[in-house]
């Protein structure tokens, strides 16, 4: 990119409060009408307009650019379990970029590079996604469960074969002893 095709820094009133560690990748404003304001992507996650807390990249199970909206669905945690946290997903936020710079790349590849295993599973009486995410920070992966729409999440059965498949994914995914 070229001396004269910078994108302006973000202004000081539209900073979001930065842990020490974190840094601003890209940003853009949102504005439609509602939900004016502006989308800060830093190195640990995704501020969001009307927040005054930061998501995780980890913490965002989908995000769809348009080419003019950013629609993201971060997750809410229903349950932890054993090892693993129960997710379902929050209502979606769609954001109209006028502007949108660097955002929506380093949005997708922030997301992306979170995932360490993804998988889907049939289970007794519904369906789910396994998934690991690496979380800025911790050690180790974050193990997550979301069942699909429908699943039966406090039967008994579909428990102790989602406790069955996370440990087998644990193991598969476990670095090899040197």
């Known amino acids: 990119m070229g001396l004269f095709n910078r994108r302006p820094k973000l202004p000081p009133a539209d900073r979001p409060p930065l842990a020490p560690d974190e840094r601003v990748l890209?940003?853009?404003a949102a504005g439609n009408g509602e939900g004016d304001?502006?989308?800060?992507?830093?190195?640990?996650g995704l501020w969001?307009?009307?927040?005054?807390?930061?998501l995780g990249w980890?913490?965002?199970?989908k995000a769809v650019w348009s080419g003019r909206e950013l629609t993201v669905t971060p997750a809410?945690?229903?349950?932890?379990?054993?090892?693993?946290?129960v997710v379902a997903d929050c209502p979606a936020e769609t954001y109209l970029l006028l502007d949108p710079g660097d955002l929506p790349?380093?949005?997708r590849a922030r997301v992306t590079r979170?995932?360490?295993y993804t998988q889907h599973h049939s289970m007794p009486g519904g369906a789910g996604r396994i998934a690991a995410r690496r979380v800025?920070?911790?050690d180790g992966l974050t193990w997550t469960v979301r069942y699909d729409p429908g699943s039966p999440v406090d039967d008994a059965e579909l428990i102790a074969e989602t406790d069955r498949l996370v440990a087998t994914a644990k193991a598969a995914t476990a670095p090899a002893d040197i």
């Open 26 to 28: 890209a940003w853009a």
């Open 37 to 44: 304001g502006v989308l800060v992507a830093s190195n640990l």
């Open 48 to 54: 969001l307009p009307g927040r005054g807390h930061r």
């Open 58 to 61: 980890h913490d965002l199970l």
């Open 76 to 85: 809410e945690r229903v349950a932890e379990r054993d090892g693993y946290l």
């Open 105 to 107: 790349h380093q949005v």
């Open 114 to 116: 979170s995932v360490a």
């Open 136 to 138: 800025s920070g911790v």
